[in-house]
DNA sequence: TCTGGGGTCCTAGGACCC
DNA sequence: TCTGGGGTCCTAGGACCC
């Protein structure tokens, strides 16, 4: 028996949280924007969309294309606490839920399913769930698969349901502009273009050495997913494998106390960040962009794991000084991974 | 209009070993 | 003088996503 997959993703999550927050702005266009001088939009709700306002949009243009727009500021504790809340929310229907991202999971309902009379009936439980107790809005895509699941959430926003049958491929989504594809980007289309590949259905047709050189090994999983066919399954456990915190200067810099301030202010933060997800990091990494955008990034092993922001500075910096000491810079990132877990290392410790 | 911030995964190429 | 072939591991950069 075949599987039943659920997307759900909030609809404009950080705008719909700053409109729980501050229910005054529900009839306005907001953007979720720090209001610094070249920030951009992290994200607009639908009216402000309306006017053209786009993620990801310099704030300047976006006040030129809606001059009455709300900048609300940025907000990440709040939207953790409603995110955490939306995942436990799903987590009540099925055990297996996949967290994509802070305001997306997939759900597998293949055997709840089985108490109503359509998969559409648990859609409208879960979404009204939702909507009831924290207030947001969301899509839900309903398919046999993971990537139709994720497709069909996609296609009816904001607040749709959409099933996605396996029948239904050559009908609905092989018409879509290649672009629209899930895991393929700007480049990937391009490439994709040149070849004379323009929808997903060019896609779903055609043979994997004609598209080889955009997906390399993965030409034949991408030539599938086009014609509806997915059968990975659900991430339920995975952890952070990286973390990092960065900041964009106002100014480009070449001044080296100022860059070891913001450096160490960095490491500052990335030890809370640790502290909060239980790691210990085995390796530090430097990120650097140059007045150009030109990124550069380098990485060394720690000699022992931790949290230490302390650690982190001395080593970020010593990153800093072998490689980049003679770099103008607009950005400065510092990252740690191959994490050891505190859950782990104290399950380790009891067995002594 | 000068261009955020935080993630994951993949690949090419170099180092090193046998 | 010329110069194997295969495997693994590591790093930096790029593509993509939200």
């Given at each position: 028996m075949g599987k039943i997959i659920f997307h759900i993703d909030i609809n404009a999550f950080f705008a719909s949280a700053e409109t729980l927050r501050d229910?005054?702005?529900?009839?306005k266009p907001i953007a979720v924007c720090?209001?610094?001088?070249g920030s951009v939009v992290t994200t607009a709700n639908y009216i402000a969309r309306e006017f053209g306002v786009r993620s990801a949009m310099p704030l300047v243009e976006a006040l030129k294309l809606c001059p009455q727009l709300v900048v609300t500021g940025v907000h990440f504790d709040l939207y953790e606490k409603i995110s955490a809340q939306f995942v436990e929310l799903c987590k009540k229907y099925t055990?297996?839920?996949?967290?994509?991202?802070?305001d997306e999971c997939y759900l597998d309902v293949t055997q709840v399913i089985?108490?109503?009379?359509?998969?559409l009936d648990l859609a409208m439980v879960i979404r009204k769930d939702i909507k009831k107790n924290i207030g947001l809005d969301v899509s839900i895509g309903i398919a046999p698969n993971r990537f139709l699941a994720k497709m069909a959430s996609d296609m009816?926003?904001?607040n749709g349901m959409t099933v996605l049958r396996q029948k239904e491929v050559q009908s609905k989504?092989?018409?879509?502009?290649?672009?629209?594809?899930?895991?393929?980007g700007v480049k990937s289309a391009e490439l994709l273009k040149n070849a004379g590949i323009y929808t997903i259905g060019d896609l779903a047709v055609c043979k994997s050495n004609h598209v080889l050189f955009v997906f390399k090994k993965n030409a034949e999983l991408f030539i599938r997913r086009a014609n509806g066919e997915d059968d990975s399954e659900l991430d339920i456990d995975s952890m952070v494998k990286s973390l990092s915190q960065s900041t964009t200067l106002m100014n480009a810099t070449s001044d080296y106390d100022e860059i070891t301030i913001v450096i160490e202010q960095l490491c500052r933060e990335l030890q809370q960040r640790c502290i909060d997800e239980g790691v210990l990091a085995q390796q530090v990494t430097i990120t650097v962009k140059d007045e150009m955008f030109q990124s550069y990034s380098r990485t060394m092993k720690l000699p022992a794991a931790t949290n230490s922001h302390q650690e982190f500075f001395e080593n970020a910096l010593l990153l800093f000084d072998a490689n980049f000491s003679e770099v103008t810079v607009k950005l400065l990132g510092v990252g740690c991974s191959h994490f050891i877990f505190r859950d782990i290392i104290s399950e380790q410790l009891k067995l002594f």
């Open positions: 229910p005054s702005l529900k009839n720090s209001n610094k001088r055990e297996i839920v996949e967290v994509a991202s802070v089985k108490q109503y009379k359509r998969p009816k926003k904001p989504l092989w018409p879509l502009p290649i672009e629209r594809m899930h895991g393929i």
